[in-house]
């Protein structure tokens, strides 16, 4: 498939590594697979507390290639599923500890970038849910988040000036990043404290635990599978296509107009997701579900490149900021987020093999904290990390074919339609209450 992730705007910026691995064939403490934030973060956390473990990471492509090197760029808090959900499988004290993690993963994150000689473009500048009509506002009270406070009409405009914006919430457990260049500094760091970092490089790994790269065994104390939504396919998980659009570098006066001067990551609360970004050179980065499930779970580049989503992702831009339409749309991309049955992350350990994902579209952070806690377990470490929720966390499987397909385009299709219908009808929408109900 090659590396789908150079079609986006933060790789066509990027300065990529070259890394001189040496002979793959030899005995390993530890031997990563998959060579994303999730990966490469465990190798991390595992040096912080044993330099001088040998450490293999091996990617099929090139290190970020996957989600990691062409997200949206929120390192946010957030968690795919919520405190009520959590509350029937784990305890009070678990879910708090929870947050409190993800919350330190992100000034984390900091500490790493700004001490990074790479521009991560890291800044702690909280994350704006913007309404653009009465039933989103509703949406937005009624599903606040602890630390996030409400912020009237003047309050949002003082922020960000998208058109029709009667409020907002504010959540400052959330900072913008340059996801490549993050990749990038981070990989560098790796390979400078003696990580052996495998590009080009496709393994086969068995249920158990066992490598083979070109049909040959490799041997290794501890394996970790850190492939997320580019992994084979099977009905533990399904992928779902999220797709981006960037501008070309948008000038002052265009930033007088519309704020955001702080770089706070935005979005509108609709039903089908939105995300965006001002980037560190003054462009929008903007980006949305809506590309259809493929049958069997299958990953191709089309649902990256897919027409329709990329021009629906341009009209909502310049709805939000009329002068756009001036303005030229440099880049279209995409990428694949892991999905479970209950939309729930896990990691699962058994003292040998490790693997971890399902963050759906919260990596960023989510895939700092879970490396956290895969590197704790692979160290015999008894911490808060190693008994966070998703530890051990047992999802149902997706149905087979045809009910997947049908059921996950049907939500597809209900959300974009309730948001259609809450644009035109001015409540809330019908069709939003069925999705709740049905899904
Ligand atoms: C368009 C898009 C926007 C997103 N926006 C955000 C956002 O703003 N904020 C947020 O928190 N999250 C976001 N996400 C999700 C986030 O990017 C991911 O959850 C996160 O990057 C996952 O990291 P990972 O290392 O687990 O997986 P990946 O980065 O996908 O890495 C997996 C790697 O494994 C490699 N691999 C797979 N199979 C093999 C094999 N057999 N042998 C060797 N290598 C293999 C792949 O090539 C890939 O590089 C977004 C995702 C997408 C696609």
């Given amino acids: 498939m090659g590396n789908q992730a150079e079609a986006s705007v933060w790789w066509s910026s990027a300065q990529h590594p070259t890394f001189t691995p040496g002979d793959l064939y030899r005995n390993w403490d530890v031997l990563i697979v998959g060579g994303g934030f999730s990966g490469m973060w465990t190798a991390h956390h595992l040096l912080n507390s044993s330099p001088d473990l040998e450490i ?62 790479d521009s991560v473009a890291f800044v702690k500048s909280g994350s704006l849910t913007v309404a653009r009509s009465k039933p989103q506002l509703e949406r937005i009270k009624q599903g606040l988040l602890p630390r996030e406070s409400i912020l009237n009409k003047e309050e949002t405009l003082a922020r960000i000036r998208m058109s029709c914006a009667i409020g907002a919430s504010f959540n400052p457990d959330c900072a913008t990043i340059n996801p490549t260049q993050l990749v990038v500094a981070l990989a560098k760091s790796l390979a400078q404290r003696g990580v052996h970092i495998f590009e080009n490089t496709s393994a086969d790994i068995s ?129 694949a987020v892991a999905i479970k049955r209950d939309w729930a992350p896990y990691l699962h350990w058994d003292g040998h093999f490790g693997s971890f994902g399902g963050y759906v579209g919260d990596g960023v952070t989510l895939s700092y904290l879970a490396a956290n806690s895969m590197a704790d377990l692979i ?4 911490s808060v990390r190693a008994s966070l929720p998703y530890v051990g966390w047992k999802s149902a499987k997706w149905e087979p074919e045809p009910l997947r397909w049908l059921g996950v385009n049907l939500g597809i299709k209900l959300s974009a339609i309730a948001d259609v219908e809450e644009r035109i009808t001015k409540r809330p929408s019908f069709v939003g209450k069925l999705i709740e109900k049905l899904f």
């Fill in 379 to 382: 160290l015999g470490k008894n």
């Fill in 207 to 335: 249920k158990t635990g066992k490598v083979k790269v070109d049909g040959k065994s490799i041997d290794a104390r501890f394996v970790v599978r850190a492939t997320e939504a580019y992994h084979e396919r099977n009905r533990e998980q399904i992928p779902i296509y999220s797709l981006m659009i960037a501008t070309e570098p948008l000038p002052d006066e265009f930033w007088a107009k519309y704020g955001l001067d702080g770089r706070e990551t935005f979005h509108e609360n609709r039903h089908l997701v939105t995300y965006a970004q001002r980037t560190s050179d003054n462009r929008i980065a903007m980006g949305g579900r809506g590309a259809p499930y493929k049958w069997g779970s299958a990953r191709s580049n089309k649902s990256e490149q897919h027409k329709q989503i990329h021009k629906k992702l341009r009209k909502t831009a310049i709805q939000w900021f009329p002068e756009l339409k001036n303005h030229k749309f440099t880049h279209a991309w995409g990428g």
């Fill in 56 to 117: 293999a990471i091996l990617e099929a492509h090139e290190v970020g290639s996957g989600a990691s090197g062409r997200n949206g760029g929120w390192a946010s808090a957030l968690y795919p599923v919520d405190d009520e959900t959590l509350a029937k499988h784990v305890s009070a004290q678990s879910i708090s500890d929870l947050h409190a993690q993800l919350e330190k993963s992100i000034d984390e994150i900091g500490q790493f970038a700004l001490s990074s000689e």
